[in-house]
């Protein structure tokens, strides 16, 4: 940063600071040229924490509020103004974010009975239970090669050929395995 910059930036520091020393003792237009010099810096502040351009711009209205009402407390040799006015307006747009309600609860009640559930009910997973306990009962019946042959097929989902392949055994003999094995499944499902 040049020398330049860096005077040019305290100088506007200071004119702050003369505002605000201003507005302390009930300088309206000083006010007035305050409010215009920061409210764009204070409503970045805002915007930052709320994210909310009309919620930002209520407590941006806060902020000016308790300028106007506590630029008397303002101590020149603890920070500068933009610093102290920062500063309140960060600390007004958190309390406002901690009022909000959380998102979910802002949603309208009748939108609750249209919200789709992808999991299943309490009664579907326990018939689905039920059901499982029944299949691993009919498959602990079935002969282990027919077993086997099922459970690759239809868990790991191999072709009739790659079982075949992986068995050494002729592709009609596995099809033929298999289309067994699942007529003895269904008729012990049945029971």
Known sequence: MTD???RERDEAADSVDALLLRVAAGD???????????????LGICLRVLSDRAEAEDVLQDVYVTVWNKAGQFDASRARAVTWMGTIARNRSIDRLRALPAPASRASIDLAEAAHDPAPSPAVQAEAAGTRAQLDDCMEQLEPRRKTLIRTAFFDGATYEELATRSGSPLGSVKSWIRRGLLQLKACLEQ
């Open 28 to 42: 309206q237009p000083a006010f007035e040229t305050l409010y215009r010099t920061t409210a764009g810096k204070l």
């Open 4 to 6: 330049t910059s860096v």
